[in-house]
């Protein structure tokens, strides 16, 4: 009897044993095709973006000290393909490591704002004139803000990254009918955006809230492409979305760093993003100069304050 059962209790191990190797070899498998997959499909979308970031941009960050929020002007650009244009997107990605928080700041265009070596002008001008180094300056001149990277990213090359993210569109709920002046045209209610409808979204201006409520969307669409990267349905998509915003967004971090630093802001923080515009309600007036036409005369101080009460929120 006692040998019997020995038999038994050896042939259920090795049954246990067939099992576990099986299941092994099975968890091996898979992650040996993911990884495949996921190394392909970054390739597939850098190849699609078909071009090499400009790496000789002038551009000299703040160092960023112990414990303090990174700060990262992110640029949105409509340049047609002219070597020169205007920065149409400006905010500031601050991230408090610590805290796991983001937090979003956006600048309205049409700040006059004191431009170090020309002329006063729209806040806009300055990336227009020399590039993403003076709108830095500007920026942290007039707002005393620490700026440690950017990234820049043409209103093309958005279209492109946010069909390879979601092929199926973006839900946004749109607020109103829009066409004029976005190159699409949307109807009010839940839409699927694809890129090109959703640039369009982000841009419309033509209504009484004019730049104001177009700053908002831009706002909303940062949230909602976060909510698409958190998407377990868009997971496959990821690698090949990584690969492509390699070759389409310009950033001074390295090759190395780009891709983790633009999922770890996407996806650190509160799954509803804070956002501040600047200038603040009651800040401003609106004024009008030859040499730059419609602005914004804001109070440096009171914007200042505002924007040092929210970071420290």
């Known amino acids: 009897m006692e040998e019997e059962r020995q038999l038994r209790t050896g042939r259920k191990r090795k049954r246990r044993l067939r099992v576990g190797r099986v299941f092994t070899l099975f968890l091996v498998l898979v992650i040996l095709i993911s990884g495949i997959y996921a190394v392909t499909q970054y390739s597939s979308g850098y190849k699609l973006a078909n071009k090499e970031v400009d790496l000789t941009i002038d551009f000299e960050g703040d160092k960023l000290q112990a414990e303090e929020r990174e ?3 992110v640029l949105g650009v409509d340049s047609r393909g002219q070597k020169q ?3 149409d997107t400006m905010m500031l990605v601050s991230w408090d490591k610590q805290d796991n928080d983001v937090k979003i700041i956006s600048f309205m265009r049409d700040i006059y704002a004191d431009i170090p070596g ?3 002008y729209k806040l806009n001008t300055a990336y227009y004139l020399d590039g993403v180094q003076l709108l830095k300056d500007t ?5 005393d803000l620490p700026i440690h990277h950017y990234a820049l990213i043409d209103f093309s090359s958005f279209e492109s990254l946010v069909d390879i993210l979601a092929p199926n569109g973006i839900p946004v709920n749109v607020e109103k009918d829009m066409s004029e002046k976005i190159g699409v045209t949307l109807t009010q209610g839940q839409q699927n955006l694809s890129g090109k409808e959703l640039l369009g979204y982000a841009r419309f201006r033509a209504d009484e809230n004019g730049d104001f409520g177009r700053v908002e969307r831009q706002q909303k669409v940062m949230e909602a492409l976060k909510d698409e990267i958190l998407s377990i349905g868009n997971l496959s998509n990821t690698p090949k979305f990584l690969g492509a915003a390699e070759g389409y967004i310009e950033t001074d971090y390295s090759r190395t760093d780009k891709g983790k630093r633009i999922i770890d802001a996407l996806i650190s923080g509160k799954l509803e ?5 600047i200038p603040v309600e009651g800040t401003y007036t609106f004024s009008s100069y030859k040499h730059a036409g419609s602005v914004l005369e804001i109070n440096t101080d009171k914007n200042k304050e505002a924007i040092d009460n929210f970071l420290e929120k």
């Open 71 to 73: 700060n990262i002007l």
């Open 85 to 87: 244009a205007r920065s």
């Open 118 to 120: 020309y002329q006063s």
């Open 139 to 143: 920026i942290q001149q007039m707002f």
């Open 273 to 277: 993003i804070e956002k501040l515009t």
